[in-house]
């Protein structure tokens, strides 16, 4: 279906009136307001909107009817990975791990549901029920049917902001449901990629400048909790968004330790692209100097050649990790946010079926 008006939707803004898509980074330091979508595999679209005015996410319309967000069934979810393969996989990174290869890799996988009307479906109408049931720091949408992008993400994570020459990162690593569930091997593991990311900045910050403002720090979201950090730096005047995204890309967050290696054993075990799941979805005002964008995590696109939503979700695996530990963390995140999107959710903030 093309006829939905392409919109993107970031922290309070409403972007209309597209002007201009294209996939060259150096577009983001010309000028106007970008929406920005990178793909965990790479392909990057960016979307120029003329109109971008404050307005706020629409209250979700009651089904069923017209601008009402029809999911799929809660039972009809099916995973790229099962739990004996996603608990087999994360033997197989302990293994790379034994032998060297890695600290620490991120698996991931990813959900998927037919959608009941395809033709129907809306990112936007979908965004108004996460911002009811899922409130987040980097909610976002980008709408843009005919390109091939149409994400809601309620993201808790920072990847890349700007203001000026000064980037910073927000690295989260380590998650429960409480603040007493996060063990050693998550504060080490937040640590890991802490040091990733510095490296990251470093290759394209000014010497000396890259800090870290904030070392694991206990962040409260619906329903878990997170270990987060701050890495921050001033770009060198020589370094725009293409060396910024070449330096940082993909977030080292979804990755792993070092990132190379980490990257070559998610290609081996992981069996579906993750998608714009992982990558960057944010807004660049090319104007002002500023941009927010976040890691695509806690996200659902949707596949309009497949029929499909799909939902990305995945942990991160050291040494220290339990292989059915890190599978229930795996349905932890996506538990709430799935129910959401079947409409199985209450907004006394129950879900009422998995």
Known sequence: MHTLAPLARFGGLLATDLRDVTHDPEALDSAGFWAVCAD?????????????????????VPGPGPGAWHGPAAGDWTSSLD????TEGVRRVREHIARGEVYQANLCRVMSAPLPDPA?????????????GNPA??????????????IATASPELFLRREGARVTSGPIKGTGRTAAD??????AENVMIVDLVRNDLGRVCETGTVSVPALCAVEEHPGLVHLVSAVSGLLREDAGWPELLAATFP??????????????????????PRGPYCGGIGWVDAD???????????????????????????????????????????????????????????????????
């Open 182 to 187: 996060l063990l050693p091997k998550d504060h």
């Open 120 to 132: 129907t479906a809306d990112v936007d109408a979908l965004t108004a029920l996460l911002a009811r």
């Open 288 to 354: 002002a100097g500023t941009a927010e964008l976040a890691v695509g995590i806690r996200t659902f696109w949707i596949d309009r050649p497949a029929g499909m939503l799909r939902f990305g979700t995945g942990a991160g695996i050291t040494w220290g990790s339990d292989p059915e530990r890190e599978w229930a963390e795996t349905e932890l995140k996506a538990s709430r946010l799935v129910a959401i999107a079947s409409g199985a959710y209450e907004a006394s903030g129950k879900a009422i079926s998995r």
């Open 251 to 272: 977030p080292g967050s979804v990755t792993g330790a070092p990132k190379s290696s980490a990257l070559r054993i998610i290609e081996a075990l992981e069996t579906a």
């Open 83 to 86: 739990r004996a393969a996603y």
């Open 137 to 150: 720091p980097y909610a976002g949408t980008i709408r843009l049917p005919a390109h091939g992008v149409e």
């Open 40 to 60: 965990f595999e790479g392909r990057l679209t960016c979307a120029r909107f003329g109109d971008v005015r404050p307005d706020p996410v629409p209250a979700p």
